[in-house]
């Protein structure tokens, strides 16, 4: 019954509907009693008793008959499977049926080649269904001008012979799982327009004969700006952007973010330039910025960040043009200072093509929505950023005009380069016609005072923390009336601490850490009731902590540590550590993560203040006790329900398919895992961790897997975690755990690797101090991780971060040789949309801290766990070793080991067995690759290439 309701739809749309009204009005009819799942009574108004159907919901006809031109049942929930074949057409001229929409329902099967055979259909959308299968081998038809199949689960290779369809406009083939290359044959498709083929599994090289499509507007080859739920990009091209693409005349949009590209940008190109937006992010393109790009008047959107580009930016590059302009983490140099334009204004070519338009309007807004720099400036509706971060740019500060009509906010990125002038109200020009404006220039070599801040009212951020500031804090702060954060820490500032801050009604942040600033803390910062953090630690501030700060309803960082404080901690209305008060010889002691109000002249306050607490003590036991004899009832009574219901879920489960990858022996069956590991019994554990447990399976004799049972239990996002498993069930490595197979269920999803019997690193580490370990042993195990986790940031199809590296996703054969596990599955669990997804993937202690407080994934922070692992390894400590408790709270094994390198103490770091028998100079040497790993600048800190090139050179050197 499912079968007949696209069959009856074609005989409606591309049979001759024209034939007679009644015969359009039985067939529709037809069509709703083939549809056998209708949960949102979409059809319930078709019915035999109102027989002008052309009003029926979803049906168009003609302007000048009754003869159904179109069908539009967009996100209906209609169920159903595609027919086969086509019905036979009736006596012709069969009308056109210039639309079919049908997106966003659950149709499943394959794409039926009649779809691609119709000689009268226009405009056919099945997207965002279950479609699966390869594609029609053919296209016979010379009507269809827009194909949209996006969001299917469609497979095998792009058909060469789709390249017969040759009046289309629009190729919409996103997220499947199409693999293989794309078809030199597309050349053909002289009408293209927009051509979008990311979010599959293509490999090889991008063909150039794409730029025989001369009328080509969009190319997108990737898309990694997806939302929580979509289809990740798994495309990675072999080779470099064939220049010939850059010349086509009518390209308004390239989108390749992350598409594995290398070799360099032409320096030249032919013929104007239409370009609007273009995105190569994340890439490994090394070359200097081409000046052609100085020649594309419509360039409004520029993303070239995270590649190797080098040299400075092109002279006459219109920056103030640009709503997004992106450079950020490459080797740019050289002076940042635009050149002068003779023409302010910016040009106002409209996008009159609506395809051009959607596209554009779609992918530059998903990108500015999830950029980390757009958020700086999250209240404003029109963003407009400007990164130059993390390069090599020196000399002044640039002065940046900006010509853009209307109201926006702005955000101006210099961080983490050489920039070593002055502030000047010349620099803040760009506040002029900006309703917000965030700057951040940390981590440079400024000098000078801040006086010319207040040159820019508008100013909602602005972050110069790390450079060389000095003088007084400047009384014009005050009028910085939209001002949210003030982040000045690590500078040379003095005086006082400008009372004025109470009056910005809008500040949320204030660090004025790690200065010379004196005096007291003063009491009219309490006026600034919005203020959620207020660093003030490592200066030489005296006196009391104002008591008013026990009103700051919002203050949930309050850190005054290392200066010369007295009196008493004031309760805060939010729990703050009592580390944020170390340092302060004269302070009274802190009580509780609240502080204390209590005072020594206070006895009876005090004496009651203690029966009060006494009170409050045995109340806290008795509730205490309470809830664990509940808990432990609700515990017992939860035990129970799962045992009976795990016991039914088990014997339905096994009728469940098994995905296995490679030659997989017969002895792999879903009966004998279950069986093998006793039900998942407690007997056969061997490992537990933040993605699930981890049980040992011998299924024959000798023959031994490990079955990772993922804590994710029902899930969405079906589609994208098949997409996922079945890239890493592609990769191999020989310091990669194998994965050898995958079972979803309702209740249980595991995944199946091969068994190792060395252990983990972790217990490795652990029992460093009860046994000798050898030099060898330490360089290969740390060779090999680093060996494995090169492999996964640049030689992977697609690339992968972990995100979780640590010594128990490390595991260990009999001779010692490490191998990673867990690569891909936090990537793996985001797209199930279970809790994962709201949490940061990683262990604390390993996680790098730019990711932690920001979610920014990146390899740097990768590399940033790896050294912690090294460091354990030459150590034989933890990462949050107890020892470490004589120090400061927080104190991890990266402080230790710095504080040791700084002293020149570094034979107390090493494990003593270690010290015994390694080159001290090789020791010393590998202890200064982990602490560069674990540098706090992303800058700094290796590749993991760089990194294993240095092991492997520490081996081979005599």
């Not at 009268?120 to 699966?132: A, F, V």
Request: net charge neutral; charged share 15%.
């Amino acid at each position: 019954m499912a079968a007949l309701l696209l069959r009856m739809l074609l005989v409606v749309g591309v049979a001759p509907l024209a034939s007679s009204a009644s015969t359009d009005l039985t067939a529709l009819l037809a069509l709703k009693d083939a549809v056998s799942h209708d949960p949102d009574s979409v059809l319930a108004a078709w019915s035999s008793a109102s027989t002008n159907y052309c009003f029926w919901r979803g049906v168009s006809c003609h302007p000048n008959s009754s003869a159904v031109a179109a069908i539009d049942l967009p996100d209906a929930s209609l169920s159903g499977a595609l027919p086969a074949s086509l019905p036979p057409r009736l006596p012709p001229p069969p009308p056109p049926l210039p639309r079919l929409v049908l997106h966003g329902n659950n149709f499943s099967g394959p794409v039926p080649a009649a779809f691609l055979a119709s000689p009268t259909l226009r405009s056919l959308d099945l997207s965002y269904n279950r479609l699966s299968g390869p594609l029609p081998p053919s296209c016979r038809t010379h009507s269809l001008t827009h194909l949209r199949l996006a969001a299917n689960v469609i497979t095998a290779q792009i058909p060469a012979d789709l390249a017969q369809c040759r009046s289309l406009r629009l190729l919409d083939l996103s997220s499947n799982l199409l693999e293989g290359s794309i078809p030199s044959s597309f050349a053909g498709l002289a009408a293209l327009r927009a051509l979008d083929l990311s979010r599959n599994s293509l490999t090889d090289r991008i063909p150039p004969q794409l730029s025989a499509c001369r009328d080509l507007a969009v190319l997108v080859l990737t898309n990694i700006t997806t939302s929580p739920g979509e289809q990740p990009e798994f495309n990675a091209f072999v080779g470099g952007l064939p220049p010939q693409l850059l010349d086509i005349p009518a390209l308004q949009i390239l989108w390749a973010p992350k598409a594995n590209l290398n070799g360099r940008l032409p320096s030249y190109r032919n013929g104007s330039c239409s370009l609007r937006a273009l995105n190569l992010a994340q890439n490994y393109i090394a070359c200097s910025l081409p000046p052609w790009l100085r020649d594309c008047p419509n360039l409004a959107y520029l993303d070239l960040s995270s590649n190797k580009f080098e040299g400075p930016m092109p002279v006459g590059f219109r920056m103030g043009c640009m709503k997004y302009l992106n450079v950020a983490q490459n080797s740019l140099s050289g002076h940042l200072l635009p050149a002068v334009e003779t023409d302010s204004k910016c040009s106002s070519r409209l996008i009159i093509d609506d395809t051009v338009m959607h596209y554009y309007e779609r992918l530059v807004s998903g990108a500015m929505v999830l950029s980390p720099s757009a958020a700086l400036s999250r209240d404003a509706i029109n963003v407009v950023i400007h990164d130059f971060s993390n390069n090599s740019f020196s000399g002044p500060l640039p002065s940046i005009a900006l010509h853009l009509g209307g109201n926006f906010s702005y955000g101006l990125l210099l961080n983490s380069n050489m920039f070593n002038s002055t502030l000047s109200s010349g620099f803040f020009g760009f506040c002029k016609g900006a309703s917000g404006v965030t700057v951040n220039l940390s981590d440079n070599q400024l000098t000078g005072g801040l006086d010319t801040l207040s040159s820019c009212p508008v100013l909602w951020t602005f972050d110069a923390g790390y450079n060389k500031i000095n003088g007084l804090i400047s009384l014009g702060v005050a009028n910085l009336h939209f001002l949210r954060s003030l982040i000045l820490r690590g500078n040379n500032l003095t005086g006082e601490i400008p009372g004025v801050f109470g009056d910005l009604s809008a500040l949320e942040v204030l660090d004025l850490s790690r200065n010379y600033l004196t005096g007291r803390i003063p009491s009219s910062l309490a006026h600034a009731s919005q203020l959620q953090a207020l660093m003030l630690d490592h200066n030489m501030l005296s006196g009391g902590i104002p008591p008013s700060f026990s009103e700051l309803a919002q203050l949930a960082v309050l850190d005054i540590s290392f200066n010369n404080l007295s009196g008493d901690i004031p309760r805060l209305r939010h729990s703050t550590d009592c580390g944020s008060f170390v340092g302060n010889p004269l302070l009274h002691p802190c009580l509780g993560p609240n502080g204390s109000l209590s005072t020594p002249d206070s006895t009876n306050g005090a004496q009651q203040d203690g029966e009060m607490s006494r009170s409050r003590s045995v109340m806290v036991i008795i509730v205490a006790a309470a809830t664990a004899m509940v808990s432990f009832l609700l515990v017992v009574l939860i035990f129970v329900v799962c045992e009976r219901r795990k016991s039914a879920k088990i014997a339905n489960l096994r009728a469940k398919m098994l995905v296995t990858f490679g030659d997989a022996p017969p002895e792999l069956t879903y009966d004998n895992l279950v069986q093998a590991t006793s039900n998942f019994s407690i007997q056969n554990l061997i490992g537990s961790g933040g993605f699930g447990s981890t049980y040992k399976a011998e299924l024959a004799p000798g023959f031994l897997v490990a079955v990772k049972r993922l804590a994710m239990g029902r899930f969405q996002g079906l589609q994208q975690f098949d997409a996922e498993i079945r890239t890493l069930g592609r990769i191999r490595h020989r310091n990669l755990v194998t994965l050898m197979g995958y079972h979803i269920g309702e209740s249980d999803t595991f995944l199946i690797y091969n068994y190792l019997s060395g252990g983990n690193l972790e217990t490795f580490i652990n029992g460093m101090g009860s046994r000798k370990v050898s030099w060898t042993e330490v360089q290969n195990i740390a060779e090999d991780v680093a060996e494995a986790l090169a492999f996964l940031h640049c030689s992977c199809t697609p690339r992968i971060i972990h995100r979780d590296i640590k010594p128990s996703n490390i595991l260990l054969d009999e001779e010692l040789n490490a191998y990673l596990s867990d690569f891909g599955l936090a990537r793996l669990m985001e797209v199930t949309q279970t809790h994962a997804t709201t949490d940061v993937a990683g262990t604390f202690g390993y996680v790098a801290p730019e990711y932690a407080t920001t979610r920014r994934v990146s390899d740097k922070a990768d590399v940033y766990s790896f050294g912690v692992v090294l460091l354990e390894l030459m150590s034989g400590k933890r990462s949050l070793d107890p020892s470490f408790s004589q120090f400061t709270d927080g104190f991890t094994i990266v402080g230790w080991g710095r504080m040791l390198a700084q002293e020149g103490n570094t034979i107390e770091f090493f494990s003593p067995g270690l010290w015994d028998v390694a080159p001290m100079d090789k020791l010393t040497e590998m202890l200064r690759v982990a602490l560069s790993c674990t540098s706090e600048s992303l800058a700094d800190r290796p590749s993991m290439r760089q990194v294993a090139e240095k092991l492997k050179q520490l081996r081979n050197e005599q």
